[in-house]
């Protein structure tokens, strides 16, 4: 079984301060882990995504997150804000294929970016 | 490329009235997916199709849920009768090829449906 916590509902930033957006994920098999982001009225789009490579991800818009397995955490970072960055954001795990394939998701981390 | 479309945007209706959603997918991406997103909440699965198969439809509701995907391109959800709970936003995604979680999905906006 997998699962996935996203700490913390809201995170609020300064324009132009570091961004961190916190995932702890559970899964019985190596996990394969993503980050989405969602704009208001809008479908998810991917960020990045871990699948056992380079722990270090970079992905879209300057974001990053580092895979630990020792922590099972896949945080997500940007060192500096933009008012773009207000969305909602999303961690999610699966497996390899079949039913473990399956994308679980958080519940979510809504950032908002003050001025 | 257009990506994954879905119609309507939005739909308001009565409790116990029928209502579909349509999804078309990125054209060539075999796996579609229709999630369920509550407010609040992320997305969940009800309905995984590899082509026209339904490989995975173990969370779909079946007493009143009902999904196909003929000639396994675009797809229609359906919930009849709705019910007040299911007012959420309804979301279809489509990837390009088999159940591989490291294959990307493609989301369209959603469908936001309202049940009054």
Same mark, same amino acid.
């Given at each position: 079984a997998q699962s996935v916590t996203q700490l913390g509902s809201h995170v609020s930033v300064s324009e132009g301060a570091l961004v961190l957006l916190r995932c702890n994920y559970s899964s019985s098999v190596p996990p394969y882990l993503f980050w989405y982001v969602q704009y208001p009225n809008q479908g998810l789009q991917l960020l990045l995504k871990y699948t056992s490579a380079a722990t270090l991800v970079k992905g879209i818009n300057g974001f990053e997150a580092e895979f630990k397995k020792s922590e099972t955490s896949f945080h997500l970072t940007k060192p500096s804000a933009h008012?773009?960055?207000?969305a909602e954001y999303f961690c999610a795990v699966s497996g390899y294929s079949g039913s473990q394939g399956n994308?679980?998701?958080g519940k979510g981390t809504k950032l908002?970016?003050?001025p | *490329?257009? @990506? %994954? %479309?879905?119609?309507?945007? !939005? #739909?308001?209706? *009565? #409790? #116990?009235?029928?209502?579909?959603?349509?999804?078309?997918?990125?054209? @060539?991406?075999?796996?579609? !997916?229709? !999630?369920?997103q509550n407010l609040g909440q992320g997305p969940e699965l009800?309905?995984? !199709? *590899?082509? *026209?198969?339904?490989? +995975? +439809?173990?969370?779909?509701?079946?007493d009143r849920f009902s999904a196909e995907r003929l000639k396994g391109v675009d797809s229609t959800l359906k919930i009849q009768p709705a019910e007040l709970g299911d007012s959420a936003v309804y979301l279809c995604a489509s990837s390009p090829g088999g159940s591989a979680s490291y294959n990307e999905q493609f989301f369209g906006p959603g469908t936001r449906l309202t049940v009054l």
């Open positions: 008012m773009s960055d207000a994308l679980i998701f908002s970016v003050k | *490329e257009a @990506g %994954v %479309v879905q119609s309507p945007r !939005y #739909k308001i209706i *009565e #409790k #116990k009235q029928p209502v579909a959603f349509w999804c078309n997918p990125i054209s @060539g991406h075999n796996t579609l !997916y229709w !999630y369920l009800l309905i995984r !199709y *590899e082509n *026209e198969e339904a490989v +995975d +439809d173990s969370q779909l509701p079946k």
